[in-house]
Nanobody
Framework: QVQLVESGGGLVQAGGSLRLACAAS????????MAWYRQAPGEERTIVAA???????????DYAASVKGRIAISRDNAKNTVYLQMNSLKPEDTAVYYC?????????WGQGTQVTVSP
């Protein structure tokens, strides 16, 4: 079955960086568009960024636009992994970050990785 496993979260001071990774299995990874979502405390889960199956097209939401230059999505199809690079982190970036994909009406989520940014 399809599994998405996130890693790379943690506690970091404001101004620091993290690179989140999502390792996929049980699917032909290079056939799937991938996305990162975030869910901050008390808020709904919202999309942050997405990347096409071949990595040639990326999409950033308003949240990501507000942090333009600080967040970048990428993928390595040889490693079945999608990444979210986050730089110059701020306390408002604190959230659980989820990996997501879908195909033919099926949705797949990772378990999430906690990112906590201290002032």
């Amino acid at each position: 079955q399809v599994q998405l496993v996130e890693s790379g979260g943690g506690l970091v001071q404001a101004g620091g960086s993290l690179r989140l990774a999502c390792a996929a299995s049980g699917l032909t990874f290079s056939d799937y568009d991938m996305a990162w979502y975030r869910q901050a405390p008390g808020e709904e889960r919202t999309i942050v960024a997405a990347i096409s199956y071949n990595g040639k097209t990326t999409y950033y939401t308003d949240y990501a636009a507000s942090v333009k230059g600080r967040i970048a999505i990428s993928r390595d199809n040889a490693k079945n992994t999608v990444y979210l690079q986050m730089n110059s982190l701020k306390p408002e970036d604190t959230a659980v970050y989820y990996c997501y994909t879908n195909r033919a009406g099926y949705e797949y989520w990772g378990q999430g990785t906690q990112v906590t940014v201290s002032p």
